[in-house]
């Protein structure tokens, strides 16, 4: 009797398969306008104001900061939550370190020049070394994996966390140091990773977290409160409680056997 894939398994994967063959789409798509849409990306950041210009380069250098912040607070919140929580956030932390490691790997084997050497125009910032490659962009790789963690973790820094890594990634072609392409491989890549360990990863993580005797700690009880569920405390009070009477009877016995008898005359 063949077995047959529930809706909620078929569903996802379908999802995620058209969305890859999308973004793939996309992908090919501006490698094949590269020099377009670098040089036409550039000229416009050049006109720009030049306070503008500074922030844009902020937020190229220094905008993934901010998603470790929230990365943090998302973290804790999980934490508060309870260790299912926590283990979707582990792994994802652990899917955007995989991330990382696959995107270096893959600049590697690629070795793509940066845009910023194949074209004379002049850059918002300095272009990278010529050994530092450009496919896909480690920049847009970490700030979707961090922003997808984030939103796997809470929905409410989400919605600051998915647009700060889509203008990270977009500045990184406005200073002049990634074509489109890189860019928008480097965040379906850092997304991908992030969405497949979470999903499978989470399981195992949170089992360890069990395994460990670490679930105990995760449980959100306020501090000189037991659990709920925990009678600890009313069992001890009644004990305290049944060993006092005792004591007190047993010294009100002594204290009647040490007062002499006395007759009546």
């Known amino acids: 009797m063949r077995h047959r894939r529930s809706p909620a398994t078929s569903h996802p994967l379908l999802l995620l398969g058209a969305v890859l063959l999308l973004a793939g789409t996309a992908v ?8 377009m849409t670098y040089r036409g990306a550039v000229a416009a950041a050049a006109e720009l104001p030049s306070a503008v ?93 961090i922003a997808v963690a984030v939103a796997v973790m809470s929905a ?4 600051g966390a998915l647009p700060l890594a889509g203008l990270i990634a977009l500045s990184r072609v406005l200073v002049g140091v990634h074509y489109p392409h ?21 399981p195992m993580v949170q089992r360890g977290l069990e395994a460990s005797h670490r679930v105990p700690l995760l449980e959100r009880t306020p501090a000189g409160r037991r659990p709920p569920g925990d009678h600890r405390g009313i069992l001890e009070r009644a004990q305290s409680a049944r060993t006092y009477t005792r004591w007190r009877t047993g010294l009100l016995r002594s204290s009647s056997s040490l007062v002499p008898s006395t007759s009546r005359t």
């Open 28 to 35: 090919l798509a501006l490698l094949l306008v590269r020099g």
């Open 53 to 145: 210009r500074t922030g844009i380069a902020g937020i190229s250098e220094h905008g993934i900061l901010g998603l470790m912040v929230m990365f943090g607070i998302a973290i804790l919140h999980a934490r508060r939550q309870g260790p299912p929580a926590l283990a979707r956030g582990l792994a994802a932390g652990a899917g955007v370190v995989l991330a990382y490691l696959a995107s270096e790997t893959i600049k590697v084997l690629v070795a793509e020049l940066r845009p910023c050497r194949n074209f004379a125009v002049e850059t918002i910032t300095a272009c990278p070394d010529a050994a530092d490659w450009s496919w896909p962009s480690n920049h847009a790789t970490i700030s979707a994996a």
């Open 156 to 159: 409410r820094l989400a919605f």
């Open 182 to 202: 890189d860019v928008l491989a480097g965040a379906v890549l850092g997304a991908l990773v992030v969405l497949l360990v979470t999903r499978w990863g989470a």
